[in-house]
């Protein structure tokens, strides 16, 4: 047997608010091979998302057997690197006045002294934010365009940048991109597909120099759609399922667990020749030119 085995690591996942998403599914397969798993919530929905598991409404229960642990739920908004950058307006907001400490430079010192001199060793971003992605990129404002890049591109870099040196040799980090990144995929704007092509473009280039500064390795997957809550909020997320299920290599629909197992293979020693990839876990639906069904019939 070749088993992922992640017992003794420490993972950290930002994009984690509720029981839907791929960060969530993320948690569990790390969980689930071993991992201790801290969250990190963006702060406007860190009180609902701890209320519901509070109460028992999230589905906690893993694969093989057991439940998931999450070792810490930490407030962090991936648009502010540091204190500074937090705009008085924010700062003030009521979903934010209850928290202090949730920039990317506060969270990576409030994990490395939670670690207490261990290493953070699994790195995991799942997180995106285009406040014009129903928009056209042809009708996107800068402001908005910028918002995106920063929120689900910039974030990564930031992260790398931050917690990069409390990682440990061997350390992995991951990201998750979409199709957008490469082909055009209507409906899908706001800057939101330029965001994930720089996404790709940097994890190429992390992957070099943090695997040079910190022998961290820095991979990207594309992941198939899923009707997660941030997917329902861009709309015609129900048809994109079915449209990928009739046209992609691989008949079924892409599901949350084949990406997470996916992340967890990637964060394990067995993945350790592994970096820069962009890697499509989409039913193969990213490598056909045609439909079977234009060129076949049904
Ligand atoms: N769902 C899909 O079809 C799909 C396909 C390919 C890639 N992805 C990517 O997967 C990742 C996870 O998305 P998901 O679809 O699982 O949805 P999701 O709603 O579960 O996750 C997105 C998370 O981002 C958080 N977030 C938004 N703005 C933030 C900010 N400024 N700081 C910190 N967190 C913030 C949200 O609170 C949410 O928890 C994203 O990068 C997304 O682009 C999703």
């Known amino acids: 047997m070749l088993p992922i085995d992640l017992t003794g690591k420490n993972a950290f996942v930002a994009g984690v608010a509720d029981d839907n998403g791929y960060g969530w599914a993320i948690a569990k397969a790390l969980a689930q091979a071993g991992a201790t798993v801290r969250v990190g919530t963006w702060p406007p929905v860190c009180k609902i998302f701890t209320r519901s598991m509070g109460l028992g409404k999230l589905n906690m229960t893993?694969?093989?057997?057991?439940?998931?642990?999450?070792?810490?739920?930490?407030?962090?908004?991936?648009?502010?690197?540091?204190?500074e950058d937090v705009p008085k307006e924010v700062a003030e907001d009521k979903r934010y006045k209850q928290f202090v400490g949730y920039t990317i430079q506060e969270v990576a010192d409030q994990i490395k002294k939670d670690l207490g001199g261990d290493s953070l060793d699994i790195l995991v971003h799942s997180l995106a934010n285009g406040p014009e992605v129903k928009k056209p990129l042809v009708e996107t404002s800068r402001k908005g365009y910028l918002a995106a890049v920063g929120s689900s591109a910039y974030s990564l870099v930031s992260m790398v940048q931050r917690f990069g040196p409390y990682m440990g040799d061997e350390g992995a980090v991951i990201s998750l991109s979409y199709l957008a990144a490469e082909k055009v995929i209507p409906g899908y704007g706001g800057g939101m597909s330029s965001a994930k092509a720089a996404l790709e473009n940097d994890t190429r280039t992390l992957a070099y120099e943090a695997g040079r500064r910190w022998s961290i390795r820095v991979n990207t997957i594309s992941a198939g759609p899923l009707s997660s809550r941030a997917a329902r909020a861009i709309g015609s997320i129900e048809k994109m399922v079915d449209y990928y299920e009739t046209h992609s290599a691989l008949s079924g629909v892409n599901t949350a667990p084949d990406v997470a197992n996916a992340t967890?293979?990637?964060?394990?020693?067995?993945?350790?020749?592994?970096t820069g990839e962009t890697l499509h876990v989409d039913k193969g639906y990213n490598v056909m030119g045609m439909t079977a069904e234009d060129q076949l019939g049904k």
């Open 62 to 83: 893993l694969a093989g057997g057991g439940e998931l642990q999450i070792e810490k739920i930490y407030p962090m908004d991936a648009a502010f690197d540091v204190p």
């Open 264 to 274: 967890a293979f990637l964060c394990s020693p067995l993945a350790a020749g592994i």
